[in-house]
């Protein structure tokens, strides 16, 4: 059973740091992408970062000299770092991993969330 486990947030101060980590496990499917939503409090989810297999990488505007997406293929796993934070990156950030099936297509999966929350 494919699942996919963030982990890594939390409480921080404008201007402060973290660090997030997402992990895909129990499949042998190969990655197509990786990439972290976002979902503030009233708000609709939006695309943050994406990486794919050949590690192109793409970003919201408003992060992309902030935040950095980055992959560790051997374990399935993807990082956000997020630097400068400000009080607009609070919200649930989420992991969402896309897989090349076998049987052709591809499989996506979503994680359950982080919670990331920004103080002045």
């Known amino acids: 059973q494919v699942q996919v486990v963030e982990s890594g947030g939390g409480l921080a101060q404008a201007g402060g740091s973290l660090r997030l980590s997402c992990a895909a496990s129990g499949t042998t499917m190969s990655i197509n992408f990786m990439r972290w939503y976002r979902q503030p409090p009233g708000k609709q989810r939006e695309v943050v970062a994406t990486?794919?297999?050949?590690?192109?990488?793409d970003y919201l505007h408003s992060v992309k000299d902030r935040f950095a997406i980055s992959r560790d293929n051997s374990e399935n796993t993807v990082h956000l770092q997020l630097n400068n934070l400000t009080l607009e990156d609070t919200a649930v950030y989420y992991c969402n991993v896309d897989f090349r099936s076998p049987f052709g297509g591809s499989r996506n999966y979503w994680g359950r969330g982080t919670q990331v929350t920004v103080s002045p």
């Open positions: 990486i794919t297999s050949t590690g192109d990488t």
